[in-house]
């Protein structure tokens, strides 16, 4: 089975900074992986879908990078809006779909 | 507007079987382009893929979950069911019922807003 280890499980950050979580696979996974949002109470959001491409919708601060084992998402200019868990998801033939441990983004 | 709807008991006895349906309004289930599936988050923990299912019956399970996991269709009411067996204080969760984009299991593009489900006697 694929694991998805995904850090820091939680950081602090000020509006404005910029912010980089990493998700990584212990094989290579190409460029599937996709990440989300959740806000407490809510269902997740679909940000990023096959490493890079920006969901409908989604504001363009958003980003995902990455292939094969190393995937970073970034958010450039961190907005109060976005004080959230984040997690990363891969999917393949199997099919399996993981989702990594997540990433908790707190007002510093 | 697509909406996804979890709907069924919200509290279930140590031993016995879950039962969510997901109703889907805004969009037919027959769509060739999409897969449906169930995730569920235990109380401030993270997420696990239950398992997903084409409207044709075709289905995927976890293999963590496969032994008592089944999911059914019913196109005629535009929804899918879910039923787990045998369930412990383990299987404690908020479950979601969501939509799979790119015409295989790929990514959750849409989302119900998930359903408390408490095992306990």
């Known amino acids: 089975d694929i694991q998805m280890t995904q850090s820091p499980s939680s950081l602090s950050a000020s509006v404005g900074d910029r912010v980089t979580i990493t998700c990584q696979a212990s094989?290579?996974?190409?460029?599937?992986l996709n990440w989300y949002q959740q806000t407490p109470g809510k269902a997740p959001k679909l940000l990023i879908y096959?490493?890079?491409s920006l969901e409908t919708g989604v504001p363009s601060r958003f980003s995902g990078s990455g292939s094969g084992t190393d995937f970073t998402f970034t958010i450039s200019s961190l907005q109060p809006e976005d004080f959230a868990t984040y997690y990363c998801?891969?999917?393949?033939?199997?099919?399996?779909?993981?989702f990594g441990g997540g990433t908790k983004v707190e007002i510093k | 507007q697509l909406q996804l709807q979890e709907s069924g008991p919200r509290l279930v006895k140590p031993s016995e079987t879950l039962s969510l349906t997901c109703t889907v309004s805004g969009a037919s289930i027959r769509s060739s382009s999409y897969y449906w599936g169930w995730i569920r988050q235990p109380p401030g923990q993270g997420l696990e893929w239950i398992g997903s299912?084409?409207?044709?019956?075709?289905?995927y399970y976890n293999p963590s979950l496969k032994s008592r996991v089944t999911i059914s269709v019913d196109t005629s009411k535009n929804q899918f069911s879910l039923k787990l067996s045998s369930v412990t204080a383990a299987d404690t969760a908020v479950y979601y019922c969501?939509?799979?984009?790119?015409?295989?299991?790929?990514?959750?593009?849409?989302w119900g807003q998930g359903t408390l489900v408490t095992v306990s006697s």
């Open positions: 094989q290579d996974i190409s460029y599937s």
């Open positions: 998801q891969h999917y393949d033939n199997l099919p399996s779909l993981t």
């Open positions: 969501a939509r799979l984009k790119g015409g295989w299991l790929q990514a959750f593009d849409y």
């Open positions: 096959d490493a890079s």
């Open positions: 299912i084409y409207f044709s019956g075709t289905t």
